[in-house]
């Protein structure tokens, strides 16, 4: 994969060019100090993906991109962004404005060599995933046809499927946007609470669940220990903080926790997915949206043990499809839908507050 680094600061450059030349499938084929260096690059050194910093005399990040993509619709972008609220309200931005995946600048590592080896675990991954460098050797297939999948046979599947009690969302790479879409679809009086893992560090969580908030009928916000979840709102865990769920007196409440990180992710949709299943049991829905890596898979195999079900995104619609393609492909998911389709199925399984009633018709 071809990369064009574009970052005022000359360390910056110099530390991702290092970062990644350790990489046999990845080649630094240029750099630009700032936007309209970079924009006049492009044509020249022809990248596969372009790293962008945020923040950037002349023309910044945001308004670089925008400018690339008139241009370069689906040229892959990764945003080097300050873990800080301006870094994270910039990101946000940039991910809504088409940029596909962002990595945070090592702050507090002690060392050149630490900050080298933390953008290396982050970036590379993600250059990889979004170039597809390893798809061919893991997928024979390009792109199954979901329609035709058919889930694990088995007592469960045979029975009527028991009333849903609780959503459970698990997202990554392509997250933000996809969130956007499904949260702007769902009805406001859904009779079920809704949880979510999305990938992201502190500080952006909390933005996230605002940008969710403002264009949901639903209460998004992000999770507080102790939150007691009722119909008609979703929280979001908090960037570094397992989510979990306990029955309590008063309902079921939130519980936060910072046990290792599971998949090297905290929160983990695994975490949540499987403390779900251990309350809800057969009343649970898992949803996997596009992401990276397979955080959800075990937590799945959790929520279809106790009768639960799970939906997976298709491949067509994810920007990366390894959680919901290692969940399809495991026989987990019922159904493989595409992201616009995923609020309805959501709605169907659910209801609304003023269908209760007739929920087992819609359902059926």
């Excluded at 960037?239 to 910072?258: E, F, K, S």
């Amino acid at each position: 994969a071809r990369v064009l680094i574009v970052d005022d600061s000359t360390v910056i450059r110099r530390l991702l060019s290092e970062a990644l030349s350790g990489d046999p499938g990845i080649e630094v084929v240029g750099t630009a100090a700032n936007g309209r260096i970079a924009l006049a690059k492009v044509p020249q050194v022809n990248p596969d993906l372009i790293t962008l910093d945020v923040e950037m005399p002349e023309l910044d990040g945001l308004a670089t991109l925008r400018e690339l993509r008139k241009t370069y619709p689906r040229l892959p972008v990764i945003m080097f962004s300050t873990l800080t609220d301006k870094g994270a309200v910039a990101t946000l931005n940039a991910l809504a404005a088409g940029a596909s995946d962002y990595v945070t600048k090592p702050a507090n590592v002690g060392s050149v060599t630490a900050g080298l080896q933390k953008v290396r675990d982050e970036l590379i991954p993600k250059i990889r995933a979004l170039c597809r460098l390893d798809e061919t050797a893991s997928s024979p297939t390009p792109r199954p046809k979901s329609p035709a999948f058919s889930p694990p046979t088995s007592g469960l599947a045979a029975a009527p499927a028991p009333p849903v009690e609780v959503v459970a969302l698990g997202v990554s790479t392509g997250g933000p946007n996809a969130l956007t879409e499904l949260f702007r679809a769902l009805p406001g009086d859904l009779p079920v609470p809704v949880l979510i893992v999305q990938h992201m560090p502190p500080v952006f969580t909390r933005y996230l669940a605002e940008r969710l908030d403002a264009v949901s009928p639903l209460t998004v916000r992000e999770a507080q220990a102790g939150d007691l979840l009722h119909p008609g709102g979703a929280w979001l865990a908090p960037g570094n903080y397992h989510m979990v769920v306990v029955r309590t007196g008063q309902g079921v409440a939130i519980q936060l926790h910072q046990g290792p990180p599971e998949n090297s992710c905290r929160p983990a949709v695994d975490v949540l997915f499987c403390s779900v299943a251990e309350v809800y049991g057969a009343g649970t829905l898992g949803v996997v949206l596009t992401g990276m890596g397979q955080d959800g898979l075990r937590g799945s195999e959790a929520i279809r043990q106790v009768g639960g079900r799970v939906l997976a995104q298709d491949q067509a619609t994810s920007v990366v499809w390894g959680m919901p393609g290692a969940v399809a492909q495991a026989g987990l998911a019922e159904r493989i839908l595409p992201l616009e389709q995923i609020a309805g199925e959501i709605v169907r399984r659910v209801g609304t507050r003023r269908m209760a009633g007739n929920v087992a018709q819609v359902r059926a």
